[in-house]
């Protein structure tokens, strides 16, 4: 089951030319586990940030947080499971600094493939939209054959004095609900329960559960990032185990966990994917364009996941010969081919007006920014609409968002006073953009229009951000919706703010 990270309305990372106003965030995850018994049943979790709920004075110095959840639980549009139930979050002093806090819920459910839906409101502000979170699970567990939980990835775990529905093998584990692991977390911590190994393999055998860390773009093993416990077979084999990540770059990893029986032959697999974000290594790497040609710089890059990244980051500033270049280099998976071609990027780019490497090193703490601020399920920052976007024409002056508008679909709207398109260097002044997000719970934004040449242009771009309004949109010369004259989106077009 994959680890998701859920992202309702806005983002919390705050960049300083970016105006941005924190709302409601819930990070989800589930687990699906067995049982001795052959009962199998999910575990669903969610972190609720504190910043983006209203706190209700309760006392006299005191204030909670609360939120109306409510999960439905679907097989073939049949409900299978229903629980509606408030969430009151920890008592707090300090309303700058509400605490996040966490629930988790468990439904026991039979081998199927399952729509687990989850409506969560703030009980303190029922003005608000609820917001929807939806996701597949599919539930397989043969007693013929190896087969594990789900790998569940932990914010952190201690011996249980008290059991709760966070207990496992004797321990209490704090779900970490998303796979995105930025520089302050040094330790990837995870569960993992495998079934039926002594029936398998045979009762009373050692084998041995390796775990470590490989590229995703390649699969290649990351030196130093894992080990393996030996343990005797039994119906339920648990692994509890963490991973130091502190020297680990950023980029895209698999977390793999594999069973090799006694006879050193790999008999199970199973990976959960994960992502990195390494600021200090970042850091390092800018201190040595200090004083490397970009040459010497990318020479020493071996890394094919990371040269992969390289490459492709450099889609939004690409003429179009260059991204057909960008494809073919990306797509050989081939470290000399992509060095060759990221260096004759730079090099043309520079030509001899610029340092080429310092041109590189100023490119890509922006790509860093569009990475954290701008991903779209897994699709990388810098192959997003937003992203893409920032890194072509730079910052917005302007960033209006519109995340709750009666109505609309949560839209933003960006204003250039000037801009440089930074692939043919055309200058444009009193530009605008306009994104739309319509799948809510991804935080991907689409763009919609732009006067800017060569982008979407689209006159009737008013019916995108309405939400299921077609009032009018028979008539090709309509530009809006009827019975929208009350929204925000022609004023904040006019004169974003």
Same mark, same amino acid.
């Given at each position: 089951?994959?680890?998701?990270?859920?992202?309702?309305?806005?983002?919390?990372?705050?960049?300083?030319?970016?105006?941005?106003?924190?709302?409601?965030?819930?990070?989800?995850?589930?687990?699906?586990?067995?049982?001795?018994?052959?009962?199998?049943?999910?575990?669903?979790?969610?972190?609720?940030?504190?910043?983006?709920?209203?706190?209700?004075?309760?006392?006299?110095?005191?204030?909670?947080?609360?939120?109306?959840?409510?999960?439905?639980?679907?097989?073939?549009?049949?409900?299978?499971?229903?629980?509606?139930?408030?969430?009151?979050?920890?008592?707090?002093?300090?309303?700058?600094?509400?605490?996040?806090?966490?629930?988790?819920?468990?439904?026991?459910?039979?081998?199927?493939?399952?729509?687990?839906?989850?409506?969560?409101?703030?009980?303190?502000?029922?003005?608000?939209?609820?917001?929807?979170?939806?996701?597949?699970?599919?539930?397989?567990?043969?007693?013929?054959?190896?087969?594990?939980?789900?790998?569940?990835?932990?914010?952190?775990?201690?011996?249980?004095?008290?059991?709760?529905?966070?207990?496992?093998?004797?321990?209490?584990?704090?779900?970490?609900?998303?796979?995105?692991?930025?520089?302050?977390?040094?330790?990837?911590?995870?569960?993992?329960?495998?079934?039926?190994?002594?029936?398998?393999?045979?009762?009373?055998?050692?084998?041995?559960?390796?775990?470590?860390?490989?590229?995703?773009?390649?699969?290649?093993?990351?030196?130093?990032?894992?080990?393996?416990?030996?343990?005797?077979?039994?119906?339920? +084999?648990?692994?509890?185990? $963490?991973?130091?990540? %502190?020297? /680990?770059?950023?980029?895209?990893? &698999? =977390?793999?966990?594999?069973? *090799?029986?006694?006879?050193?032959?790999?008999?199970?697999?199973?990976?959960?994917?994960?992502?990195?974000?390494?600021?200090?290594?970042?850091?390092?790497?800018?201190?040595?364009?200090?004083?490397?040609?970009?040459?010497?710089?990318?020479?020493?890059?071996? +890394?094919?996941?990371?040269? $992969?990244?390289?490459? %492709?980051? /450099?889609?939004?500033?690409?003429? &179009? =010969?260059?991204?057909?270049? *960008?494809?073919?280099?990306?797509?050989?998976?081939?470290?000399?081919?992509?060095?060759?071609?990221?260096?004759?990027?730079?090099?043309?780019?520079?030509?001899?007006?610029?340092?080429?490497?310092?041109?590189?090193?100023?490119?890509?703490?922006?790509?860093?920014?569009?990475?954290?601020?701008?991903?779209?399920?897994?699709?990388?920052?810098?192959?997003?609409?937003?992203?893409?976007?920032?890194?072509?024409?730079?910052?917005?002056?302007?960033?209006?968002?519109?995340?709750?508008?009666?109505?609309?679909?949560?839209?933003?709207?960006?204003?250039?006073?000037?801009?440089?398109?930074?692939?043919?260097?055309?200058?444009?002044?009193?530009?605008?953009?306009?994104?739309?997000?319509?799948?809510?719970?991804?935080?991907?934004?689409?763009?919609?229009?732009?006067?800017?040449?060569?982008?979407?242009?689209?006159?009737?771009?008013?019916?995108?951000?309405?939400?299921?309004?077609?009032?009018?949109?028979?008539?090709?010369?309509?530009?809006?919706?009827?019975?929208?004259?009350?929204?925000?989106?022609?004023?904040?077009?006019?004169?974003?703010?």
């Amino acid at each position: 089951m994959v680890l998701k990270i859920l992202r309702l309305i806005a983002t919390l990372i705050i960049v300083s030319n970016l105006n941005l106003v924190a709302q409601l965030n819930a990070y989800y995850s589930s687990a699906s586990y067995n049982t001795p018994n052959n009962t199998p049943y999910i575990d669903v979790y969610l972190t609720l940030v504190g910043k983006g709920l209203k706190a209700k004075n309760v006392n006299a110095n005191q204030f909670q947080n609360k939120v109306l959840l409510v999960q439905t639980i679907y097989k073939d549009s049949l409900i299978v499971k229903a629980n509606k139930y408030k969430l009151s979050g920890p008592l707090f002093t300090d309303t700058l600094n509400p605490p996040t806090f966490l629930d988790a819920q468990r439904y026991s459910l039979p081998n199927g493939n399952y729509l687990v839906v989850t409506d969560i409101t703030d009980a303190n502000a029922t003005t608000k939209k609820t917001i929807t979170i939806k996701e597949k699970v599919e539930i397989k567990f043969q007693s013929n054959q190896l087969s594990s939980s789900s790998i569940q990835l932990l914010e952190k775990f201690q011996k249980s004095t008290t059991p709760t529905i966070l207990t496992k093998s004797g321990f209490d584990l704090t779900p970490y609900c998303i796979n995105y692991y930025p520089e302050t977390q040094k330790e990837l911590s995870f569960y993992l329960e495998l079934y039926k190994a002594d029936s398998i393999l045979g009762k009373n055998k050692n084998f041995i559960l390796k775990y470590y860390i490989e590229n995703k773009f390649n699969s290649t093993l990351i030196d130093g990032l894992g080990a393996f416990k030996k343990q005797t077979t039994a119906n339920v +084999n648990p692994l509890l185990a $963490k991973v130091n990540i %502190e020297n /680990l770059y950023s980029g895209n990893y &698999n =977390l793999v966990v594999e069973v *090799i029986d006694e006879n050193n032959i790999l008999q199970f697999q199973t990976k959960q994917f994960f992502q990195r974000l390494n600021k200090k290594k970042n850091e390092d790497l800018y201190e040595f364009m200090q004083t490397k040609t970009i040459q010497e710089y990318f020479g020493q890059c071996s +890394n094919l996941d990371t040269l $992969k990244m390289f490459v %492709e980051c /450099l889609w939004p500033i690409a003429n &179009n =010969l260059d991204k057909d270049r *960008i494809i073919n280099a990306a797509n050989k998976k081939d470290a000399d081919v992509m060095k060759k071609y990221v260096i004759n990027f730079w090099e043309r780019y520079a030509a001899d007006t610029a340092n080429p490497l310092k041109l590189w090193s100023s490119y890509y703490r922006e790509v860093q920014k569009v990475m954290k601020l701008f991903k779209c399920g897994k699709q990388a920052g810098y192959y997003t609409d937003r992203g893409r976007v920032y890194l072509q024409y730079g910052a917005p002056n302007i960033r209006s968002e519109q995340l709750a508008e009666q109505n609309t679909y949560p839209y933003e709207i960006w204003q250039y006073y000037r801009l440089t398109d930074k692939t043919n260097a055309q200058f444009y002044s009193n530009k605008r953009f306009v994104f739309v997000n319509k799948t809510l719970a991804d935080d991907c934004f689409m763009l919609i229009h732009s006067d800017v040449r060569g982008e979407v242009l689209n006159d009737r771009w008013r019916f995108e951000v309405t939400r299921r309004n077609t009032n009018g949109i028979s008539n090709p010369d309509n530009l809006q919706p009827g019975g929208t004259e009350s929204n925000n989106f022609n004023q904040i077009f006019a004169n974003p703010q």
